[in-house]
């Protein structure tokens, strides 16, 4: 049983390209600046790795439980409208990634929609392209919404409803153009209502614990104690159901913490220095652009990790790389996570054909803001 466990741990491990590649990057880096080992810790912020750990860990509890499926199911079982099925679907994913971060709302709302080839006539592959974009909307919410966040809200010092109130407006206006858009691309076309009456049980102890769970751990981040929050989660699953713990996207944290390190080396290179040291002379519309640029080009995480040290973690670099999660999938780890369950090589060509727009859509209404309401 042991080596059972241990194989489905390392099984993800040996499987996730994203990490070998970042390893990979990690080791060049390193030839060049072998001094800098002993410092790797220091190089991680592990108050964001502590965050985003113990919130995958209460999401994929809610999960196991059951209780995602038994709702989402009995929904679709009373909706018999594409266009309605579309827009409660993307408003899920939306609402979904306010309060778990946007790759774990995937990972509810996916495995669901695909379940509907069999069930519909919905075009599965372009409901998840909206959904994946619905994420990454939703998820800017929230300082817990996605990675990025995670990060700037312990480097801000913000509250919790602080943090909302500042990216409220442009969260806003992209969920309302994307539900817009949800509504034309989606036609009023009936279902085939789904004759069903098996009934979908769930574990109610564990719902309700994971429940309790979030509210404190949100609080114990809010208060400075992140880490004893975390520990009292791990102890709570060994109690109630250890294989939560076995079920965890573990490399999504190795993942995050290889990121800090090959962004720190980065910001190291000796050859990048006098590239580097313009960044403080650019304007504010400069930081701007160069934070969604830089989204575009090595995911939106790293390019906060990057640029959190020359800039504020305030609402400038936060609207830039949450709006750069839009655009080239690699944009945002959410877009490729999407994709990549939807097992349909056509769906990459077809997610910019949205993405772009989306793109040009935030980043220019997050500048809009910002100039006019957002301080």
């Known amino acids: 049983m042991l080596m059972a466990a241990s194989g489905s741990v390392l099984k993800p491990f040996l499987r996730d390209r994203f ?61 018999d409208n594409e266009r309605r099925l579309a827009l409660f679907l993307v408003t899920a994913a939306a609402l979904l990634s306010t309060f778990m971060t946007n790759d774990v709302a995937l ?10 080839k069999k069930l519909t006539s919905l075009p599965v592959t372009r409901l998840i392209i909206f959904e994946a974009l619905a994420v990454n909307a939703g998820s800017l919410l929230t300082p817990i919404g996605n990675p990025q966040n995670i990060l700037l809200w312990n480097k801000s010092g913000q509250s919790f409803l602080h943090f909302i109130g500042q990216m409220a407006p442009l969260a806003l206006i992209t969920l309302a153009a994307l539900l817009l858009v949800t509504w034309f691309c989606f036609p009023s076309h009936s279902l085939k209502k789904i004759e069903n009456n098996q009934g979908y049980p769930f574990r109610q102890r564990l719902l309700v614990s994971c429940v309790v769970l979030y509210v404190v751990f949100i609080a114990c981040v809010d208060l400075g104690l992140a880490l004893y929050g975390l520990l009292g989660v791990i102890v709570c699953f060994l109690l109630l159901a250890r294989n939560v713990l076995l079920r965890i996207d573990w490399p999504l944290i190795l993942v995050f913490i290889v990121m800090f390190i090959d ?29 969604i640029g830089l989204s575009q080009v090595i995911s939106n995480v790293p390019a906060t990790i990057l640029m959190i040290n020359y800039l504020p973690s305030g609402p400038l670099l936060a609207y830039a790389v949450n709006a750069g999660g839009f655009g080239l999938a690699i944009g945002s780890l959410a877009n490729l996570i999407a994709l990549r369950m939807a097992n349909d090589k056509k769906i990459w060509l077809r997610f910019h054909y949205y993405s772009f727009p989306f793109l040009l859509f935030s980043g220019g209404a997050g500048w809009l803001l910002l100039r006019l309401f957002v301080k």
């Open 19 to 79: 990490l070998h590649l970042l390893i990979l990057l990690g080791v060049i880096l390193t030839l060049f600046q072998p001094e800098k080992i002993s410092l790797f810790p220091q190089f991680v912020d592990w108050d964001t790795i502590v965050t985003l750990l113990g919130l995958l860990m209460l999401t994929k509890g809610v999960e196991v439980s059951g209780y995602f499926d038994f709702v989402g199911r009995k929904m679709i079982n009373a909706i």
């Open 107 to 116: 990972f509810i709302v996916i495995p669901l929609t695909i379940t509907l």
């Open 263 to 291: 962004v720190r080396l980065l910001v190291g290179l000796n050859a990048l220095q006098p590239a580097f040291t313009h960044i403080h002379g650019l304007p504010d519309y400069g930081h701007y652009l160069l934070s």
